[in-house]
């Protein structure tokens, strides 16, 4: 995860020594319908970083949803672990309470030799 953010970083410093060698050699002016004369680099700049926010922003709210979807189920498997019959050999009285013995009686064996 280090790693991956370093890399970010450095292709973030490279894109704005880019726009700024940008804004440096193409001093000109846009004009932009409706709006005010913006420089070349500023309207890349702006273009960028609603493409990167319009991104994120659903994967951010996807994962903010599933994060609590996964809280919500820890807590549902805590509350049924709390809850959880035990099964342990020093139990006195049976798990099914219509039951006497721990196991079926054996069943009788047919006589086949007087067929």
Do not use: C
Not at 11 to 37: D, E, K, R, T
Not at 96 to 112: A, L, N, V, W
Request: proline residues 9%.
């Amino acid at each position: 995860m280090k790693v991956a953010r370093v890399l970010l970083f450095l292709i973030l410093l490279l894109l704005a020594g880019y726009l700024l060698l940008l804004h440096n050699a193409n001093a000109s002016y846009l004009n932009l319908p409706f709006l005010i004369s913006l420089p070349s680099a500023l309207v890349i700049a702006l273009a960028l970083a609603l493409g990167w926010l319009l991104g994120w922003l659903p994967s951010a709210v996807s994962l903010w949803r599933k994060e609590r979807e996964l809280r919500r189920l820890r807590r549902r498997l805590l509350d049924l672990e709390q809850h959880r019959p035990s099964y342990e050999a020093t139990r006195l009285e049976p798990v099914i309470p219509d039951r006497t013995g721990s196991f079926p009686p054996p069943k009788e064996q047919p006589d086949y030799e007087n067929f």
